[in-house]
């Protein structure tokens, strides 16, 4: 069983498929499958899109160094609006971020974060990697790193990597197991290279699962075979 985790989740994760916002049902069910591996007393990390906010490509009269600072701003949103859900719900949790300053967000300092896990808080790294030009994948991955996980989880809505898109090919062949090296190269795009190559760098396997089916958190967490790992 996986001791230290970082889950990277989109902001579909709080809006639902396709949605906008919050969704009542949809962080329902994230809470419920949190919880099941929180009770495991493992030390968490979390990573959030903001796409259920806005997406940077639908900002198409800013430039792109503005688009991601406004994204990097709704990670923080959205970290803060799980944070209230969680506790509302019986799991302390802490939010870190190096690009605000406000009174519910406490600075990204390695020594807090590892008090916090120690204390039982989920950790919610929200900014970004405090630079515009970079995805929320390679913040999870830079995130992972830091707080020493043993998997870096990817939460998405399908079961893993194929070698074509499942829902175009009836014969497409899911892969249990990827390497680094394969996954660049086909530029599976599941995660950004940059994500990829951290992770290969610092020898940091990543779990891709399809996070919408229940209980499949919990077996990821447990070692059980489901989803796609990408290592060497």
Same mark, same amino acid.
């Not at 070698?163 to 599941?190: C, G, S, W």
């Not at 020898?203 to 989803?227: D, Q």
């Given at each position: 069983?996986?001791?230290?985790?970082?889950?990277?989740?989109?902001?579909?994760?709080?809006?639902?498929? #396709? #949605?906008?916002?919050?969704?009542?049902?949809?962080?329902?069910?994230?809470?419920?499958?949190?919880?099941?591996?929180?009770?495991?007393?493992?030390?968490?990390?979390?990573?959030?899109?903001? #796409?259920?906010?806005?997406?940077?490509?639908?900002?198409?009269? /800013?430039?792109?160094?503005?688009?991601?600072?406004?994204?990097?701003?709704?990670?923080?949103?959205?970290?803060?609006?799980?944070?209230?859900? /969680?506790?509302?719900?019986?799991?302390?949790?802490? !939010? !870190?971020?190096?690009?605000?300053?406000?009174?519910?967000?406490?600075?990204?300092?390695?020594? /807090?974060?590892?008090?916090? +896990?120690?204390?039982?808080?989920?950790?919610?790294? #929200?900014?970004?990697?405090?630079?515009?030009?970079?995805?929320?994948?390679?913040?999870?991955?830079?995130?992972?790193?830091?707080?020493?996980?043993?998997?870096?989880?990817?939460?998405?809505?399908?079961?893993?990597?194929?070698?074509?898109?499942?829902?175009?090919?009836?014969?497409?062949?899911?892969?249990?197991?990827?390497? +680094?090296?394969?996954?660049?190269?086909?530029?599976?795009?599941?995660?950004?290279?940059?994500?990829?190559?951290?992770?290969?760098?610092?020898?940091?396997?990543?779990?891709?699962?399809?996070? /919408?089916?229940?209980?499949?958190?919990?077996?990821?967490?447990?070692?059980?075979?489901?989803?796609?790992?990408?290592?060497?």
């Amino acid at each position: 069983m996986y001791k230290r985790v970082l889950l990277k989740l989109s902001g579909e994760s709080l809006s639902g498929e #396709g #949605g906008k916002g919050f969704s009542e049902k949809t962080l329902t069910y994230l809470v419920n499958e949190v919880k099941k591996i929180h009770q495991l007393n493992i030390k968490l990390g979390i990573v959030v899109g903001a #796409g259920n906010i806005f997406r940077g490509k639908e900002l198409k009269d /800013f430039r792109i160094q503005m688009a991601d600072q406004l994204g990097m701003l709704g990670t923080v949103i959205n970290s803060l609006y799980l944070k209230n859900v /969680f506790e509302s719900n019986g799991l302390k949790s802490i !939010v !870190v971020s190096p690009i605000v300053n406000l009174p519910s967000v406490m600075p990204l300092k390695y020594d /807090f974060i590892e008090q916090c +896990f120690e204390a039982g808080y989920i950790v919610l790294f #929200g900014g970004g990697t405090s630079n515009p030009l970079f995805t929320t994948d390679t913040a999870a991955a830079l995130r992972a790193i830091e707080m020493n996980a043993d998997i870096l989880i990817k939460a998405t809505k399908v079961d893993g990597i194929y070698d074509k898109d499942p829902k175009l090919f009836e014969d497409a062949k899911k892969y249990d197991n990827i390497t +680094f090296e394969q996954a660049i190269k086909e530029q599976i795009k599941v995660m950004d290279t940059e994500a990829f190559s951290i992770c290969k760098k610092n020898n940091l396997s990543i779990l891709i699962i399809n996070f /919408f089916k229940e209980g499949n958190l919990l077996k990821a967490v447990e070692g059980e075979n489901i989803g796609t790992k990408v290592n060497y």
